[in-house]
């Protein structure tokens, strides 16, 4: 939203990467965005974390910016499709399953973000 208002005010915005994030506008909010942000605004997904599920599209929110989906085994795509993301959300729960506290939520830990971004780095991903 900061990066939005820049742009509204007249300043430049040379690139925007946010973690976990919900869903934050309506549709022409997001074609606006990605139009005045191409190439340059990367949305991060942890596997299964709950907080990029809110707000319901079903009220008109909907996300922007070019997806990086961590999956369950820390590797960053950029080209999974529903049924694939779907199947590795499965995974990651039951990888999970009567582990304490909720897979969702600690998905959604910065801590996990960072360390999944920076084994893609030291591998050269």
């Known amino acids: 939203m900061a990066a939005a208002q820049l742009l509204v005010d007249g300043h430049t915005v040379n690139g925007l990467y946010t973690f976990g994030q919900p869903r934050v506008g309506d549709e022409t909010f997001t074609t606006e965005c990605a139009r005045r942000l191409a190439g340059q605004y990367f949305r991060f997904v942890n596997n299964n974390d709950t907080v990029t599920r809110v707000a319901p599209c079903t009220l008109g929110y909907a996300h922007t910016g070019e997806v990086r989906y961590i999956d369950a085994d820390g590797q960053i795509r950029t080209d999974i499709g529903f049924w694939n993301r ?4 499965v995974k990651g729960r039951m ?4 582990k304490p506290g909720s897979d969702g939520l600690k998905d959604h830990s910065m801590r996990h973000y960072v360390e999944h971004i920076g084994n893609a780095l030291k591998s050269g991903v």
């Open 95 to 98: 990888e999970d399953f009567l």
């Open 86 to 89: 779907f199947l590795d959300r």
